[in-house]
């Protein structure tokens, strides 16, 4: 019998997850059907029931539902805790696991794919929500040499890198600060979290922030080179990336957790990328 998966959102047209996981089940000879899931505001649990009731094995959770999938879910993993939000989750009886790849799949981006080392790297993360939380922990897990968080509104830059201090094993300085509090500092990764690419704005981001030879991440994709990407380009950056390779991967590890086996990423990453012009 074919095995049902979806991903759930609102809204959800937009979403790349069936064109994605469709493929993986071709590689991987898996026996599947991944299937896009508009659930109404406010019924995201009734959604997420008739959705099981009908044989469902999991999900893909994306706007505005992590936090409703957080509280739905009967088992967090470490990553959905840390990140206060669910972007994955698997049915088995009446227990709901719940998961959140979007770190573990911006690190395995930059690591293996970009091929840029995140240990003993000064790593530089904009913004101080969703985004960022869930990316924490992964990041910290490859021993850079600093973590700061910079935000427009320091005490949340500042209450995130409490809570990543609280679950540093490797002892990895993590600090939070304000944008003004930058000057005089250059980082080997700047990661921008921050939502001001959907709007087309630019983070209050020096240049100098950017050190010789950095990589400059836009974890948004499909958008082209955006002010963030451009400001980098400005301050003579080349190693430039969006996130189609973070989207790729942290599916790859939902599929892994739901199906036993890892695909290859390369064939989508290169189907879903937009130029970088």
């Given at each position: 019998m ?7 959102g ?11 996981h469709t493929?993986?089940?071709q590689v991987?000879?898996q026996d599947l ?5 508009l659930?109404?505001?406010?019924e995201?649990?009734a ?13 893909n959770?994306t ?5 409703d999938?957080?509280?739905y879910a009967?088992?967090l993993a470490?990553?959905?805790q840390l990140a206060g939000a669910?972007?994955a989750?698997k ?8 998961e959140?790849?979007?770190g573990?799949g911006l690190?395995?981006d ?7 080392p995140?240990k003993g790297?000064?790593v ?9 939380r869930?990316a924490?922990?992964p990041?910290l897990?490859?021993?850079p ?9 320091v005490?949340?830059?500042q ?5 990543a201090?609280?679950q ?5 300085p ?7 509090d930058?000057q005089?500092e ?8 921050t939502?001001?690419s ?8 020096s240049?100098?922030?950017f ?8 974890l948004?994709?499909g ?5 963030f ?5 400005q301050?003579g ?17 939902a599929?892994l ?7 290859d990423t390369?064939a989508?990453?290169h ?7």
């Amino acid at each position: 019998m074919t095995d049902r998966y979806a991903v759930i959102g609102n809204p959800i047209e937009q979403s790349k997850s069936p064109l994605i996981h469709t493929a993986f089940a071709q590689v991987t000879g898996q026996d599947l059907a991944y299937t896009k899931v508009l659930s109404p505001l406010g019924e995201f649990a009734a959604t997420v029931d008739a959705f099981r009731a009908a044989g469902g094995r999991g999900m893909n959770v994306t706007a505005p539902f992590k936090l409703d999938a957080f509280a739905y879910a009967t088992d967090l993993a470490p990553s959905a805790q840390l990140a206060g939000a669910v972007n994955a989750m698997k049915f088995e009886g009446d227990k709901v696991f719940a998961e959140n790849f979007d770190g573990v799949g911006l690190v395995r981006d930059v690591v293996h794919n970009l091929g840029c080392p995140l240990k003993g790297r000064k790593v530089l993360v904009l913004g101080a929500g969703g985004a960022t939380r869930g990316a924490l922990l992964p990041i910290l897990a490859q021993g850079p040499a600093e973590l700061v968080i910079v935000n427009r509104t320091v005490s949340k830059a500042q209450e995130l890198a409490a809570i990543a201090q609280t679950q540093n094993t490797g002892s990895v300085p993590v600090r939070g600060i304000g944008y003004d509090d930058l000057q005089g500092e250059a980082f080997d990764v700047v990661f921008n979290a921050t939502s001001a690419s959907l709007t087309a704005q630019v983070p209050p981001l020096s240049i100098s922030a950017f050190a010789q030879d950095a990589l400059a991440y836009e974890l948004a994709y499909g958008k082209g080179l955006t002010p963030f990407l451009k400001l980098a380009q400005q301050a003579g950056v080349t190693r430039l990336a969006d996130g189609v390779g973070m989207l790729a991967e942290q599916a790859a590890e939902a599929f892994l957790w739901w199906r036993g086996v890892r695909p290859d990423t390369r064939a989508v990453i290169h189907t879903l990328t937009v130029p970088l012009v």
